[in-house]
């Protein structure tokens, strides 16, 4: 099965506010974690990445927030903006391996 | 960051035809690059890794022999679906590992809707 899952298909957050998207993974091994997002019909858009020696690491705008303890991992979206509306993915890779797991998948929906 | 690109964009072939798609890597060199299928409101399923020089690694489940993977250059690999057929209608997406300056980062390209007749 997928090592990585997500909790909720689907966010709808008010214009504005700070989104949250949740990811846990299972594999202790995973020591690489990107975040993607998808608009639709395009492809996976790089959005941020964290290494397993980090537990926190910004971006403009987002931020992913990784807890080794409990195998979890959060995109934080500050002030989301209708253009952020997309499927956000969370994928992680093996320690020496080169073949990302995707998780499922949330749905974020900016309201206006 | 690093663009990768996917052509055709949108293909619409007849049952029994064989369609290529290629993937570029267009500021970075790709030894190693991967096709991915997406069905809708779905995840992304890794078909095979497809390694520059050497034979493509297919995952479980999916034909070799359907899906031709060729890694001519360090910036450019093909996917072929031969004899498709309307059940291989989907959307598929490559993605580039960029190895260069210390990162290990996968790219995605734009992706390719294919519908078979």
């Known amino acids: 099965g997928e090592s990585v899952g997500l909790h909720l298909p689907t966010l709808s957050v008010q214009e504005g506010d700070n989104s949250i998207i949740n990811c846990a993974y299972s594999?202790?091994?995973?020591?690489?974690f990107i975040w993607y997002k998808q608009e639709s019909g395009k492809g996976p858009q790089f959005i941020i990445d964290?290494?397993?020696?980090?537990d926190k690491r910004q971006g403009q705008r987002v931020t992913v927030l990784l807890n080794k303890t409990v195998k979890h991992l959060s995109l934080q979206i500050a002030a989301t903006q209708p253009g952020d509306s997309a499927v956000y993915f969370c994928?992680?890779?093996?320690?020496?391996?080169?073949?990302?797991?995707f998780g499922t998948g949330t749905q974020l929906k900016v309201e206006l | 960051g690093a663009v990768v690109s996917q052509h055709p964009s949108r293909v619409i072939c007849k049952s029994g035809t064989s369609v290529k798609i290629e993937c570029r890597s267009l500021d970075f060199q790709a030894t190693t690059m991967f096709w991915y299928r997406q069905f809708p409101k779905k995840s992304l399923m890794l078909m095979a890794t497809s390694n520059e020089g050497s034979k493509a690694t297919y995952e479980q489940g999916v034909e070799k022999d359907k899906f031709l993977i060729n890694h001519a250059s360090l910036t450019l690999s093909t996917l072929t679906v031969t004899s498709a057929h309307p059940e291989d209608s989907s959307f598929y997406i490559c993605?580039?590992?960029?190895?260069?300056?210390?990162?290990?980062?996968?790219?995605f390209g734009p992706g390719t809707r294919l519908t078979v007749l």
């Open positions: 964290i290494r397993s020696n980090m």
């Open positions: 994928a992680d890779l093996l320690g020496g391996g080169n073949k990302l797991t």
């Open positions: 993605s580039a590992r960029d190895l260069g300056l210390g990162t290990d980062t996968q790219y």
């Open positions: 594999n202790s091994a995973s020591d690489y």
